[in-house]
């Protein structure tokens, strides 16, 4: 008697391959179904080839050739794909099974569908996945949550096929509703500040000091030895060392300067701002990335508009040094930010977020994986309260050591006229929360002038309103 699949991956998209040979080399069965019967065939005589694979052709296929309960991995598109493949899953599944969404869907819409299969009896997990083509397929960062019930029917493939650091996997259960997905959509707002801060890091080297991307890489090179390791600044030194075959110039010289964007770091911006939320290094790398589509317009602009010459007068090695801390402290003012965010949306949402067990999923196999996740687990240890990153007594004396270095590298990048809106908007974030008294007052008098929207006074409670006119 042929053996059941142990589980069953809808989509065979390169992520969906690589879970799939992933979930087969740690010893699971695995059922594999796509919509174009041809990838599939391509899939099992190809990388599948000779592994516990097996291709299904019909969604009664799949799911004859799954045990029970039956457990299906969605790796479509997110959107209405996804919808579209539950429709067709709730024709030939029963109550007990269980559907698993690991693409990058919205958080609320994994609500609704957790509520919709809920009354169908279906268990639903929303499972945020990072890590790319490569984390898939050797170790992911894997983000659950859903159905506490799914999680024990899947918690042992998923826990087997997830990164590891150190002896530790990088997958936990979150907690209920979309939370899953909230936290992925986060991560991946966080890593979007990341890139752009590190992409300024890079300008700066490149417009102050007119380093070669060869000389760029060798200083990331070395700060991926220190503070700063982690994956995003360790391919940046591979990046920056790599040549085109075609013209022999540095691979990212020859690269155009438009980055594009998926949605994850825009979705994180505005749950930011539908909370209450300050994000705004992660809203600028956002913004930046759609400033940068504006190509032609920039070029036309580059002809007509003034700026100052650019032009730096001190040594090299103080202002790397500088550029270093600006890099570190703008990157723990971002990730301030990104928990903050997941702080208050567990409250607001009531998900009970463990924050500093998100930060231990995301020490292995995630695109923001670095060393100083350690550090953010160990501040939540300490305060599992704790309001604000930046109030930890590790990263404040990072931050203090460091601000001197910061505050030169934005002066400098100011007078230059080359934008650093990430290392600007980190410091900005930085110098707001430090203050006990912002012009906040002016903007709430003006809001009650217009508008009678009342203020509060510092000297005794209430609401009040003047009759300004």
């Not at 070395?222 to 030194?237: D, K, R, V």
């Amino acid at each position: 008697m042929v053996r059941k699949a142990d589980i069953g991956v809808v989509g065979l998209g390169v992520m969906g391959q690589s879970l799939s040979l992933n979930l087969a080399g740690h010893g699971y069965r695995v059922a594999v179904y796509n919509r174009r019967q041809e990838r599939i065939d391509e899939f099992i005589q190809g990388p599948a080839q000779g592994k516990e694979i097996v291709g299904t052709y019909s969604w009664q296929d799949l799911a004859a050739s799954l045990s029970r309960p039956r457990k299906v991995f969605l790796m479509v598109k997110a959107g209405p794909p996804v919808d579209a493949v539950i429709k067709e899953l709730l024709t030939v599944l029963a109550p007990g099974d269980v559907i698993m969404d690991g693409g990058n869907s919205h958080f609320k819409d994994t609500i609704n569908r957790h509520t919709l299969l809920r009354e169908k009896g279906i268990l639903y997990l929303g499972i945020g996945i990072s890590g790319g083509e490569e984390g898939a397929l050797r170790g992911p960062s894997i983000m659950p949550g859903g159905d506490k019930e799914a999680w024990e029917l899947v918690s042992e493939p998923l826990l087997a096929i997830a990164a590891k650091a150190g002896d530790e996997p990088c997958c936990a259960y979150l907690g209920s509703g979309g939370v899953g997905h909230f936290v992925k959509m986060v991560h991946n707002g966080i890593e979007y500040g990341d890139m752009q801060l590190i992409s300024e890091a890079y300008f700066l080297m490149q417009e102050l000091l007119g380093m070669s991307a060869a000389e760029i890489g060798q200083v990331f090179q070395a700060w991926n030895q220190g503070e700063l390791e982690s994956y995003l600044i360790e391919i940046t030194a591979d990046i920056l060392s790599r040549v085109d075959e075609q013209t022999g110039q540095p691979l990212v010289d020859v690269i155009l300067d438009e980055a594009q964007q998926k949605g994850t770091g825009k979705w994180t911006a505005q749950e930011a701002m539908e909370l209450g939320v300050p994000t705004p290094t992660i809203a600028e790398a956002v913004f930046a990335r759609a400033l940068s589509a504006l190509k032609e317009e920039r070029v036309t602009a580059s002809g007509s508009l003034a700026g100052p010459k650019v032009r730096f007068d001190g040594g090299e090695r103080q202002l790397l040094e500088d550029i270093e801390h600006a890099l570190y402290a703008s990157k723990i003012c971002s990730y301030a930010q990104g928990f903050s965010l997941l702080k208050e949306a567990s409250r607001h949402y009531a998900w009970d977020l463990d924050l500093g067990q998100v930060a231990l999923i995301w020490r292995g196999g995630c695109i923001i994986r670095a060393r100083f996740l350690d550090e953010i687990t160990s501040a939540f240890r300490r305060d599992a309260q704790l309001s604000n990153l930046l109030l930890d007594p590790y990263f404040r004396e990072v931050v203090n050591a460091g601000q001197a270095g910061w505050r030169r590298v934005v002066s400098a990048a100011v007078s230059s006229g080359i934008p650093v809106p990430g290392f600007g908007s980190a410091l900005s974030y930085y110098d707001s929360y430090r203050r006990g008294r912002l012009p906040a007052n002016l903007v709430q008098a003006q809001r009650d002038y217009f508008g009678a929207h009342t203020y509060k006074r510092v000297d005794m409670p209430g609401s009040f309103h003047t009759q300004w006119l």
